[in-house]
């Protein structure tokens, strides 16, 4: 197990311990959370990402949607999971690097799951076309129901965790099962795309997390053919 110690230059609380990068992130999620309880609905419609087709999307929720949260346990073990790998990340290959890091994930979930959505919508419209009420409904829910959550950015940093450390032990809270990170990663992998697929637990974007995966892990392996993973000077 190697630890790492990241030094400011300042003296303060707790967050002011914490990489830049990863602090921020954390607040700008919570502030946002926050401010969003005084009108969920009206925020989350707003703020959260339709599919480009649907009269409810904007141009800024293409950025908006990874800092808002259905509830309080999806923002909690969203940012828990930041803090505990993003602190490492962002020590290790820095913090500029860390935040185009973060957003290349957090973007390349979206595009996955755009992309599913886009396949799935032209798959019901057939059926739409006939009539078909099932068809119909599906093609509804596509075009009105938002995509919100950091998940696909966390799956990245999870994944490029996983990469730099892959001998590093993960134990879960719930389960408590301790494994070695690329097979924790890995199974993680399995299980979204398992259930994307198959539909076994609706409501999330399980291809947005797969997302997030695979753009970690090419960005990685891109870094590391340029022979600049740790140099911090160098995106």
């Not at 799956?155 to 490029?160: D, E, K, Q, S, T």
């Amino acid at each position: 197990m190697a630890y790492y110690y990241y030094d400011n230059g300042r003296r303060g609380g707790f967050l002011s311990s914490l990489p830049p990068v990863t602090r921020n992130l954390i607040i700008i999620n919570v502030v946002v959370f926050l401010v969003s309880l005084l009108n969920h609905n009206y925020a989350t419609g707003l703020f959260g990402l339709y599919f480009p087709a649907s009269p409810l999307f904007h141009w800024w929720q293409v950025i908006t949607h990874m800092f808002m949260h259905g509830n309080l346990a999806h923002i909690f073990f969203n940012m828990y999971t930041l803090f505990i790998f993003g602190i490492v990340l962002e020590r290790i290959i820095g913090s500029k690097k860390f935040l185009l890091f973060y957003f290349v994930c957090g973007l390349g979930a979206e595009a996955l799951h755009l992309g599913v959505q886009y396949l799935q919508l032209h798959t019901y419209l057939p059926g739409a076309n006939l009539g078909n009420a099932e068809a119909i409904a599906h093609i509804q829910e596509i075009l009105s129901v938002p995509t919100v959550g950091a998940s696909g950015a966390i799956y990245g940093v999870l994944m490029g965790f996983a990469m730099l450390f892959p001998e590093s032990r993960i134990t879960l809270i719930f389960p408590p099962v301790s494994l070695s990170a690329k097979w924790m990663v890995g199974i993680f992998a399995a299980i979204e795309l398992f259930t994307g697929i198959t539909g076994a637990a609706p409501g999330i974007a399980h291809f947005a997390h797969l997302g997030g995966m695979l753009f970690a892990w090419l960005l990685i392996l891109w870094w590391r053919k340029r022979g600049i993973l740790f140099d911090q000077n160098r995106l």
